[in-house]
């Protein structure tokens, strides 16, 4: 059984234990669309690299002639392989050609001994497409271009953790506070059948009654409200757990943590250390690298052509005629070829392209670099503003339970009134609800700080 479906049957089984921020990454991982569509990104990348080997197969042409007809009756066959390599550009290829029947004489070269020829030789490109060809180009750009995927991934799921992470302690944080209004709502309900028989009793102003149920009235919207949330919260984390088909599974009620913990601690990173390991800058570089490869394949086309073949070839069997006797010795070809254009634009155009394309991405890996240190700082100063503001809120919390506990005492003791005790319950929870922000600020800030370290929670 995977991991995964480990997770899958566990969720399943027991939806009464709470959910653990690792189940919902481990479904996320595995499950989520958007990661799959980039991890099938990879799948193309690899099969651009097999394309782009396959430029190097090689090649079998086969060609055969008859002229029944004529005053030179004759038969030809031509057969070679041919096969490119990365070699500075070395093409190798082996024949074997057949020509038999009555020749033109400015056609002898076409007619072979009874057993055929057999041929086989090199060419090599020494400027144009020595260093760097087409061929060559696109194999380097698609090697790249797989990395580029993997990168892509890699930054998909550090993402998709990011998100994730932020989608359930959301979660989390809905169901405290829905469990701080339905105590809210809970305390004016039995304090209303207390005053309900301290009125009868005289000992209570209807007065005070009254506004106790405008209270009740209140919290109710509000626990409605806390309820609401808590259900989109639900919603919106169902995208991120997924079952074993990859559709959205909604986390029940039952499996909501007890509390919602205060995060660990955590450093920034030094931006460079970042930077070596972020998959974005990394997979801008490699964008860089592929523009430096088409601009040097394109300053290359500035070059002459200037091509050196060699062929050796042997006829086989025995001469025809006497005239052909000369066929039978082995022949070696070493042939040049010069090419200049006479005008450059084509090949200047494409510097020019590939200039402004490599100039293009250095300044979006300038930039890339500066969002990294700003992203750094930003999330490292947000974390901490959180951790001052769960301190302070801890402590507004603990000052408004003393005051309304001493509130509601008073109002037993005859000294308050029920509007106060009211106004001092809802201070708490507000107190209550700030903190229980600052703690979900908090860990949104850890899991943006992770994330533009190129860190997984």
């Known amino acids: 059984m995977t991991p995964y479906l480990f997770v899958v049957v566990a969720l399943a089984s027991d939806v009464s234990s709470p959910l653990s921020l690792g189940e919902v990454l481990s479904s996320a991982d595995a499950m989520f669309p958007q990661l799959t569509a980039a991890r099938a990104d990879v799948d193309a990348a690899e099969a651009e690299v097999l394309s782009s080997d396959g430029a190097f197969d090689p090649l079998w042409k086969t060609s055969a002639t008859g002229v029944p007809v004529s005053g030179y009756p004759q038969v030809r066959v031509d057969s070679v392989i041919e096969a490119p390599t990365p070699l500075w550009g070395a093409r190798f290829f082996g024949g074997y050609r057949y020509g038999a029947g009555k020749f033109q004489t400015y056609y002898g070269g076409r007619e ?30 698609a090697e790249l271009g797989r990395a580029i995927a993997g990168f892509s991934v890699e930054q998909q799921r550090i993402e998709l953790a990011r998100m994730a992470t932020v989608r359930y302690w959301e979660w989390v944080a809905a169901g405290q506070r829905r469990e701080i209004a339905r105590e809210l709502l809970k305390i ?19 007065f005070d009654q009254q506004d106790n149920l405008r209270a009740l009235v209140q919290r109710e919207q509000l626990l409605v409200a806390s309820q609401r949330s808590l259900d989109q919260a639900a ?13 959205p599974l909604m986390p029940l009620e039952t499996q909501l943590p007890n509390a919602l913990p205060r995060p660990a601690e955590l450093e920034a990173p030094a931006p460079d250390e970042v930077l070596a390991r972020r998959p974005d800058y990394q997979r801008m570089l490699n964008q860089k690298k592929q523009a430096e490869v088409e601009l040097r394949f394109a300053k290359n086309q500035l070059l002459p052509a200037l091509d050196i073949a ?41 510097v020019r392209a590939a200039e402004a394309a490599l100039a293009r991405v250095n300044a979006q890996l300038r930039f890339a670099g500066d969002r990294v240190s700003v992203d750094l700082r930003d999330a490292k100063n947000a ?27 008073r109002f037993d003791l005859g000294d308050s009134t029920q509007f106060l005790v009211n106004l001092r319950e809802q201070t708490t929870v507000e107190a209550q609800l700030r903190e229980v922000d600052a703690v979900l600020d908090a860990h949104r800030a850890r899991a943006n700080l992770l994330a533009a370290s190129a860190q997984m929670p």
């Open 310 to 350: 060699g062929v050796v070839s042997q006829d086989l069997g025995v001469s025809p005629r006497p005239e052909a006797d000369s066929l039978g010795k082995t022949e070696v070809e070493v042939s040049a070829l010069l090419e200049v254009p006479l005008l450059y634009r084509a090949p200047i155009g494409r």
């Open 235 to 247: 919603f919106e984390l169902s995208l991120y757990l997924r079952d074993e088909n990859g559709d």
């Open 112 to 141: 072979t001994w009874t057993g055929g020829e057999l041929r086989a030789g090199a060419a090599v490109p020494i400027l144009r497409n020595g260093p760097i060809d087409r061929r060559r180009a696109n194999q380097a750009r």
């Open 188 to 206: 004016a309900v039995d304090r209303n059948k207390q005053l309900e028989s301290r009125t009868g009793a005289g000992d209570v102003a209807r």
């Open 383 to 409: 974390l901490d503003a959180a951790a001052q503001r769960i301190e302070w809120a801890r402590q507004e919390v603990e000052v408004s339970q003393k005051l309304e506990n001493g509130e509601r005492t």
